[in-house]
């Protein structure tokens, strides 16, 4: 099965707060799990993406925790800032194949002060 | 810098009219794909391209058609515009070879259909 599915569908956090966003996935051949960021009136971006050899990214206050036996990865905002607003997606493929990422379907990430 | 762009940020067209949507990459990328946006469904795959000339359905080709002519340029075909067409049009590129290189969108065509 192609699916992920991402959950929740809206999130709201206070300033300062942990955001977090989860998605699982079936196609145990998926090997690259991305997470893109979409600003309003903007295209989705690159925010950090995870490899299953690894079982935890860090990118400043974002953190990818990937958990392959549960074929479940998550999104970590630390300290969430109103900046973070934002629409998130995560998606997976597998890169030795010729076929487009798979994507969830969003969470609308509201921080509010 | 890398850069997308797609021919208008809005379009508003009548039912039954040809629609086409432009979309061009300065950035020499292999790949090139068309989503829509829609409340709750997320992004959706219509078409992508892998090469000049080559084409391939997504999840939700109906109703659309694709050219690609040259590499850096994408375009989508609405033969006969509905209105559950209306929607946010996204197109994006990627380096290649292998769809998971980083994908990089335009900013998308908000298209009503009236």
């Known amino acids: 099965q192609q699916q992920v599915k991402q959950s929740p569908q809206s999130l709201i956090v206070q300033k300062g707060g942990i955001s977090i966003i989860n998605c699982a996935y079936e196609n145990t051949a998926f090997d690259y799990f991305p997470w893109y960021q979409q600003f309003p009136g903007k295209g989705p971006a690159l925010l950090i993406a995870?490899?299953?050899?690894?079982s935890e990214k860090k990118e400043g206050r974002f953190t990818i925790s990937f958990n392959k036996s549960a074929k479940q990865f998550s999104l970590h905002i630390m300290d969430s800032q109103p900046g973070d607003s934002a629409t998130y997606f995560c998606a997976a493929n597998w890169d030795s194949g010729n076929t487009p990422l798979v994507f969830g379907k969003g969470t609308r990430l509201s921080v509010i002060a | 810098d890398v850069k997308v762009t797609q021919s208008s940020r809005y379009l508003v067209k009548r039912t039954g009219e040809k629609v086409f949507l432009e979309c061009v990459q300065d950035m020499d990328h292999e790949n090139m794909f068309w989503y829509r946006q829609d409340p709750g469904l997320g992004l959706r795959l219509i078409y992508f391209?892998?090469?000049?000339?080559?084409?391939e359905k997504g999840d939700i080709p109906e109703g659309y058609s694709v050219s690609r002519e040259k590499k850096e340029r994408f375009s989508l075909i609405l033969e006969s515009a509905s209105t559950n067409q209306t929607s946010m049009y996204l197109c994006?590129?990627?380096?290649?070879?292998?769809?998971?290189?980083?994908?990089?969108f335009g900013p998308g065509t908000r298209l009503t259909v009236t």
């Open positions: 994006a590129s990627s380096l290649g070879p292998g769809i998971s290189y980083e994908q990089y």
């Open positions: 391209s892998y090469d000049v000339k080559m084409k």
């Open positions: 995870i490899r299953p050899d690894v």
